[in-house]
């Protein structure tokens, strides 16, 4: 479903992805794990077309299509969905009414008759069950004064709503109680299929205790230094991100 | 000569022969206003931006202008011609007036409860004098206020209101001034009185237009003199041409227990003063001051508020937005002045600003003159651009750029437009900042 060839991205003049390659096939739940300043989130942002990031080299193909070509609207119609580690505070713009606005564009996209009022809202009011929210996050403005659990939890609710193909979760378990978690944890899975893969960018093992990935990569200073199974996971936990960074080149020291 | 000298004089000729055919020119007390309000006038002069009240604010433009007293003669819309500006769907009293004339030909007055007054300020001046004398330019001040001094001088036509005590009015009452192309650059002087006694309730909506984009200069006086106990709202539109003039002051005196919403749509017109000048001089009264304002080209759009309060237990707020694109720049004035008997005040100031270029402009300033000693003023200015943040969240869900920020705009003019609690008046501003948005249209507000 997603193949990434020698992903190299910069802010201004700093260099952070340097090279990574990683294969994501469909149904799959890919874990990517890292230290702070690893790159992380930025691969996350890249996949999702942000422009303060610039590309420099290789490509990322999407079900066939160059992904880096398309805008952040084109490539969320396409399936791909992002969720935001610092979800973005909007005033004044309903929750509800971007939830709808998001996901009739998508099925515009794909050529399907848009839902009105009436037929999106039921759709809606099952999604909040699933992730135990109250109905009265619909008629709040996105994000504003949520709290940091709300947030992420509002961001499930989208990916729930929106139900794209690929679907990149940054840090989403930061934060959050170990409820909250559980919660956020269950509706991800709920989304799991055979048709949809899902990334998992985190800090934490522990995430991972109720997601669990099938594949697991330790991102470090802008490459993928090692790949494997869950259990790697489990041995970061046990050793330290020091283990797998004294294997590999430091840093670039930065000019002064 | 400097031009300036030259249109002060042309000022005091036209009024030499203005004073002598006006409406209520045979009445002592009209001469003596007018009388004392170009003499005053004289003596201020226009201000200039060495004066504080006009830092931000160069009305060179309008001082070195030859401006002609609009006269009689233009030829004037027709009722068809008017529907371009979209009012058909406030029901109720329409007044309008054609280059500060009332033309009772556009206008529909339809029965009104007993004993309110709904009509032009000339007829009242002619037939019925006596309330227009106990409170006609005893508010707003032409001492300090040379354009009010030269609307006062100039007074002649405008609307009267007069709502008994106890008298509500359902309808809103809608007032459209048209300027109509004229030979000379034009300058009317439309002057309203509002008089709503105890315990009344009434809407009045002023909406400014231009039949076409010649300069003229409306120069506009609004006295409200609010009962004991009433409630009163007051929309203005301004949505004149391009290269329209326009200085407009609000001046309202409010009793005990009275509630005023001023509201204020800013978004015609090549510089536009707009005062709002509330004086809480009862016990309790309560106001809110509310505005939109958005520029784009060259416009300069200055909003002075100038909050008194003088009675004590009052609560004012004040909610201005500012939007600007182009090289336009906008001024937000706050001041609140707090006598020293209007203990517990409770008096909230917030500016908001967005700037869609980087030729946009926008200087706002607070000013607290607080002479009482236990008050509760706040005050908040924000100025930023649209959040590029947002843009790309709102992308990443899928929506277009254009549409991401057609909602972040729909959303900072819905603040202030959702202060407004007229439906249809507020239906009517709502298309008219949708039709300013690149869209075309708000978004809606809810699913």
């Not at chain 2, 004037?76 to 007044?95: H, K, V």
């Not at chain 2, 354009?147 to 309808?171: K, Y």
Request: some cysteine.
């Amino acid at each position: 479903m997603l193949a990434i060839r020698n992903l190299h991205a910069k802010v201004g003049d700093r260099e952070i992805l340097k090279g990574v390659d990683l294969e994501v096939n469909a149904g799959e739940v890919c874990a990517i794990m890292g230290p702070n300043g690893s790159g992380k989130s930025t691969l996350a942002h890249v996949l999702a077309g942000r422009e303060t990031y610039e590309v420099t080299a290789g490509d990322v193909i999407y079900e066939g299509k160059n992904l880096l070509g398309l805008y952040p609207e084109a490539r969320a119609c396409e399936g791909v969905f992002l969720a935001f580690q610092y979800p973005v505070e909007i005033p004044g713009v309903g929750n509800a009414y971007l939830l709808k606005a998001a996901f009739n564009a998508i099925r515009k996209h794909r050529g399907l008759e848009e839902l009105d009022a009436m037929d999106f809202l039921p759709l809606l009011k099952e999604k909040l069950k699933l992730l135990d929210m109250d109905e009265e996050f619909l008629s709040r403005a996105v994000n504003e004064g949520f709290s940091g659990g709300e947030k992420k939890r509002n961001e499930i609710l989208q990916l729930a709503v929106l139900e794209p193909r690929l679907a990149i979760l940054d840090e989403t378990d930061s934060g959050l109680d170990i409820d909250a978690l559980k919660i956020v944890a269950s509706g991800v899975n709920a989304l799991r299929s055979p048709e949809r893969a899902i990334i998992v960018v985190t800090h934490y093992q522990r995430l991972l205790n109720y997601i669990v990935p099938d594949t697991v990569h330790v991102l470090v200073n802008g490459r993928i230094v090692r790949s494997g199974g869950r259990e790697l996971a489990l041995e970061l936990e046990d050793k330290g991100y020091s283990w797998v960074e004294a294997a590999t080149q430091p840093a670039v020291p930065i000019p002064s | 000569m400097s031009a300036v000298t030259q249109a002060h004089d042309s000022y005091l000729e036209s009024f030499a022969r203005f004073e002598e055919g006006a409406a209520g020119s045979g009445q002592e007390w009209v001469r003596s206003i007018r009388g004392s309000a170009m003499a005053r006038f004289f003596e201020l002069g226009f201000p200039t931006t060495h004066d504080e009240d006009w830092r931000f604010t160069n009305v060179a433009p309008i001082a070195e202008t030859s401006f002609r007293l609009a006269e009689e003669g233009h030829v004037s819309p027709t009722a068809r011609e008017l529907e371009r500006f979209g009012f058909s769907d406030l029901a109720g009293i329409r007044l309008v007036f054609v280059n500060g004339r009332y033309e009772p030909g556009l206008s529909s007055l339809q029965p009104l409860p007993e004993g309110v007054k709904v009509g032009s300020l000339v007829h009242e001046l002619t037939t019925d004098p006596g309330t227009l004398e106990q409170h006609l330019g005893r508010y707003a001040d032409y001492q300090h206020d040379a354009f009010c001094a030269l609307n006062t001088a100039f007074m002649e036509d405008g609307a009267f209101v007069h709502v008994p005590r106890r008298t509500a009015l359902s309808e809103p009452i809608y007032l459209l001034y048209v300027s109509a192309p004229t030979a000379d650059p034009a300058i009317t002087h439309p002057r309203n009185l509002v008089v709503a006694g105890e315990e009344s309730q009434a809407t009045i909506v002023e909406d400014y237009v231009s039949l076409n984009g010649d300069t003229h200069f409306s120069n506009v006086v609004t006295e409200m003199v609010i009962g004991e106990n009433s409630v009163l709202s007051h929309y203005r539109i301004e949505r004149e041409s391009a290269q329209a003039f326009h200085v407009t002051t609000l001046r309202a005196q409010q009793g005990r227990s009275s509630n005023l919403a001023s509201h204020s749509l800013l978004m015609g017109g090549a510089l536009v003063r707009n005062n709002v000048h509330p004086v809480l001089a009862g016990d309790g009264g309560d106001c809110l001051i509310n505005g939109l304002f958005m520029g784009t080209g060259e416009q300069h759009l200055d909003n002075y508020m100038k909050v008194e309060h003088a009675g004590p237990h009052c609560n004012s707020r004040q909610f201005y937005n500012g939007i600007l694109d182009g090289r336009s720049r906008g001024v937000f004035h706050g001041r609140i002045i707090v006598h020293k008997d209007a203990q517990k005040t409770n008096a909230k100031q917030t500016n908001r600003n967005l700037l869609l270029s980087n030729e946009a402009q926008i200087d706002t300033k607070p000013q607290l003159e607080i002479h009482a000693d236990d008050v509760k003023c706040t005050h908040g200015a924000t100025i930023g651009q649209i959040d590029e943040d947002a843009i790309f969240y709102l992308r990443s869900r899928g929506i277009a750029e254009a549409s991401a920020r057609t909602m972040l705009l729909s959303a900072f003019a819905r603040e202030s437009l959702g202060r407004m609690k007229n439906e249809s008046i507020r239906k009517h501003l709502e298309g008219l900042v949708g039709q300013w948005l690149p869209s075309g249209k708000l978004l809606e507000e809810a699913i």
